[in-house]
């Protein structure tokens, strides 16, 4: 088993040398636009549903809760379908992009 440390070099030795310089790229791996547009979409599908359902059983459907309940699940599909929507749609955008590029070449 090889150490860590050089031979004849103490723990302390090591420690006190200056790092190496790397060429590590410390960008972030997803942008922030796509953390915000999850962030959003998150919020949806938790007020949406819980909203609707609020607004719906006494105002709409007269205390049915099965109804007010059914129109929730409804728009946590609606909200999941969106979400997915503009996915696929950015995707796309990046496909089209990518084929700009590459046909400019």
């Known amino acids: 088993m090889t ?6 070099q103490s723990y302390a030795d090591v420690a006190a040398k200056a790092p190496q310089p790397t060429d590590s790229d410390v960008t972030p791996l997803v942008p922030a636009d796509v953390i915000y547009k999850l962030l959003a ?5 938790v007020i949406g549903p819980i909203g609707m359902y609020f607004l719906t059983v006494n105002s709409i459907y007269g205390g049915n809760a099965t109804y007010a309940g059914a129109t929730a699940a ?5 909200v999941l379908f ?8 950015e995707d ?3 496909r089209q ?3 700009k590029a590459k046909k400019a070449q």
């Open 97 to 99: 992009e990518a084929a």
């Open 82 to 89: 969106g979400y997915i929507y503009v996915a696929w749609k």
């Open 3 to 8: 150490g860590r440390r050089p031979h004849g």
């Open 74 to 78: 409804i728009t946590a599909n609606v």
């Open 41 to 45: 979409f998150t919020a949806a599908m």
């Open 92 to 94: 796309q955008g990046d």
